[in-house]
């Protein structure tokens, strides 16, 4: 019985942990970040070691990342129904746990990366983590309602990391994959903190719906749906992808504006839910299509 409840406990340990490196936030990264790399290849497919390098380092640098953010904000977590189920807010871990767990974590990434994938890579992915973990979660986070789209930078560094660990540069090319999560990214948040007002407010944190209202915001979405609209055509019109993608990204973008619109005439919070969520297969499906329309002939 006592070896059953240790095993447990052992287990519940190891869960805690596991949540800190935000799982689902981590898979979207990493699919970005795999789609780069598979672009990065003018015909034909990338190595598969340093695919599998590349991905392994970028995840366990971005799950450190997430467990530095859960450890900076675990009194702000506790305030918030959104975030105080999180392991540190209900005394799962200690913090002096989860430091040299996101040290190990990180660490070891970025071995990888320098000894497997190349410098270039590992030094863009430390930027990367150091943009997350410091510049967005403790410099722009609580000072400012600009911090998602400033802090947005970072967020959108995943499909140029993959690119840089297959080709070994950074080129227009890449930096319009940026460009695009750069853009999606207010969007998709600030649908997000319309229906956690309450929440962010509780835990005094400065977004854009406590700091300037809800109507401002989602007309601040609706302009940013629209800028993302435009952004997302780039591809297409420097050659990078075909008619195929294109096609794609008018569907969803315009699926998507409908969403933000909707938002800003009939605001509730169901409709901002499920706008934040189609957010997220926007950008599954958009950069899909961005790999399909590389690969097929037509």
């Keep these: 019985m006592k070896t059953f409840a240790l095993g447990t406990a052992r287990a519940g340990r190891l869960r805690a942990f596991y949540v ?32 599998f390098a590349a991905t392994l380092g970028i995840a366990c640098v971005a799950g450190a ?22 392991p540190l807010p209900r005394g799962d871990l200690a913090p002096a746990e989860v430091l040299l767990f996101a040290g190990m974590l990180g660490g070891f990434g970025l071995m990888v990366l320098h000894q497997a994938v190349n410098p270039l890579t590992m030094w863009l992915t430390l930027a990367t983590f150091i943009g997350y973990a410091v510049v967005y979660t403790v410099l722009l986070k609580p000072h400012t309602p600009q911090n998602i789209v400033i802090g947005g930078a970072s967020g959108a560094m995943p499909p140029v990391l993959g690119w840089a660990a297959v080709s070994g540069e950074v080129n227009a090319d890449a930096l319009l994959l940026f460009l695009i999560i750069f853009a999606w990214t207010p969007p998709h948040f600030w649908a997000l903190a319309l229906y956690r ?23 601040s979405v609706l302009l940013y749906t629209l800028i993302l609209f435009g952004v997302t055509l780039l591809p297409f019109a420097t050659r990078m ?51 399909m329309d590389h690969y097929l002939p037509w």
């Design 20 to 51: 800190l490196t935000k799982p689902k936030v981590n898979t979207l990264i990493v699919f970005c970040a795999v789609i780069g790399m598979f672009l990065a290849v003018p015909a034909g497919l990338p190595d598969a070691l340093t695919v």
């Design 65 to 86: 990342a997430a467990a530095m953010n859960c450890l900076i904000e675990r009194q702000i977590d506790a305030r918030m129904a959104r975030t105080r189920g999180r």
């Design 197 to 219: 007002t309450a929440d962010y407010a509780r835990a005094g944190l400065p977004m854009l719906p406590v700091t300037h209202g809800a109507e401002f915001t989602r007309l």
């Design 241 to 291: 992808s075909g008619a195929l993608y294109l096609g794609v990204a008018v569907g969803l973008g315009l699926r998507f504006i409908l969403h933000a619109w909707r938002l800003y005439r009939d605001y509730s919070d169901a409709l901002a839910r499920r706008t934040f969520r189609f957010s997220i297969v926007y950008l599954f499906g958009l950069f899909a299509a961005l790999l």
